[in-house]
């Protein structure tokens, strides 16, 4: 009788305990790293060390312009400095990594960064993962034949979005790319062609939790229809930064975004 008082306490514990998914990963953007200016070379670094230091980071994203210059051999040396993180990376393209007439197309890109990581296997600009629970979408906005500062997310971008939004319907997605859609300063320079497109498809879905993007080099954060608009420094502000994200769902009750930007120590060594 004892044991089956217990067994039934437990069963109602358990099906009135809140359960929560929390997940927190660090955004690395702008970057433009270039092998004859050593200073970039320098906060990539001592950033990499800064974010060793940060507990429990999932992963860390670097949401574009990681290079200064669509040119191959600033990739090797960029890619070696970001393999001494602790945490996995994953790599988004934004305007200055691209350039196909000048020898760095999207697919060779890639490849770079596969030879030099042979762990890193995102082999396509466009591409989902999965952690803790959550899902998320790698969304390319890059132009390699005529590259510019204006964002361009292709309609066949956008429907893969769209079959990846459906296909998850079930999880909480975060979308991570390199051109903002919304964001709190506005540059013509700087815009995305389709946005309205884009804006429409977010509406179509439920399941968007938020939408980190870098490009702009300022900080933005936005609410819009329930999604959450990042927008985010680049890292060589004239304070150099990074931005940590924690994401919590608990059933219930609407998901929960909180983010740090954390200033790079560049007086270690």
């Given at each position: 009788m004892r044991n089956l008082i217990l067994a039934l306490f437990?069963?109602?514990?358990l099906q009135n305990t809140v359960y929560a998914d929390i997940i927190k990963f660090v955004q690395v953007t702008d970057a433009h790293f270039k092998t004859q200016d050593e200073y970039t070379g320098e906060v990539l670094t001592k950033a990499v060390k800064d974010i060793n230091k940060e507990s429990d980071v999932s992963f860390v994203v670097f949401t574009g312009d990681n290079i200064d210059s669509p040119r191959p051999d600033y990739v090797p040396p960029f890619v070696k400095i970001i393999n001494k993180l602790h945490a996995p990376y994953y790599i988004v393209l934004g305007n200055h990594d691209v350039y196909k007439n000048n020898g760095l197309s999207k697919k060779q890109y890639l490849e770079i960064v596969h030879e030099n990581n042979p762990f890193y296997f995102r082999m396509k600009p466009?591409?989902?993962?999965?952690?803790k629970g959550f899902v998320f979408i790698v969304v390319d906005g890059a132009k390699e034949v005529i590259p510019g500062s204006i964002g361009y997310y292709k309609e066949d971008t956008l429907k893969w979005l769209d079959k990846q939004l459906t296909k998850y319907k079930r999880n909480k997605v975060i979308i991570i790319q390199h051109f903002p859609v919304v964001s709190a300063k506005?540059?013509?320079?700087h815009r995305v062609y389709n946005k309205e497109d884009?804006?429409?498809?977010?509406?179509?879905?439920?399941?968007?939790?938020?939408?980190?993007?870098?490009h702009l080099h300022t900080n933005s954060e936005i609410m819009r229809n329930g999604v959450y608009h990042i927008t985010s420094p680049t890292l060589l502000s004239e304070k150099p930064v990074y931005k940590v994200i924690s994401v919590s769902v608990t059933k219930g009750f609407s998901p929960m975004v909180y983010t740090e930007l954390k200033e790079v120590d560049m007086k270690q060594k």
């Amino acid at each position: 009788m004892r044991n089956l008082i217990l067994a039934l306490f437990t069963v109602f514990i358990l099906q009135n305990t809140v359960y929560a998914d929390i997940i927190k990963f660090v955004q690395v953007t702008d970057a433009h790293f270039k092998t004859q200016d050593e200073y970039t070379g320098e906060v990539l670094t001592k950033a990499v060390k800064d974010i060793n230091k940060e507990s429990d980071v999932s992963f860390v994203v670097f949401t574009g312009d990681n290079i200064d210059s669509p040119r191959p051999d600033y990739v090797p040396p960029f890619v070696k400095i970001i393999n001494k993180l602790h945490a996995p990376y994953y790599i988004v393209l934004g305007n200055h990594d691209v350039y196909k007439n000048n020898g760095l197309s999207k697919k060779q890109y890639l490849e770079i960064v596969h030879e030099n990581n042979p762990f890193y296997f995102r082999m396509k600009p466009n591409y989902v993962f999965k952690k803790k629970g959550f899902v998320f979408i790698v969304v390319d906005g890059a132009k390699e034949v005529i590259p510019g500062s204006i964002g361009y997310y292709k309609e066949d971008t956008l429907k893969w979005l769209d079959k990846q939004l459906t296909k998850y319907k079930r999880n909480k997605v975060i979308i991570i790319q390199h051109f903002p859609v919304v964001s709190a300063k506005e540059i013509s320079s700087h815009r995305v062609y389709n946005k309205e497109d884009y804006l429409k498809l977010l509406d179509k879905h439920d399941n968007v939790v938020s939408v980190v993007a870098g490009h702009l080099h300022t900080n933005s954060e936005i609410m819009r229809n329930g999604v959450y608009h990042i927008t985010s420094p680049t890292l060589l502000s004239e304070k150099p930064v990074y931005k940590v994200i924690s994401v919590s769902v608990t059933k219930g009750f609407s998901p929960m975004v909180y983010t740090e930007l954390k200033e790079v120590d560049m007086k270690q060594k």
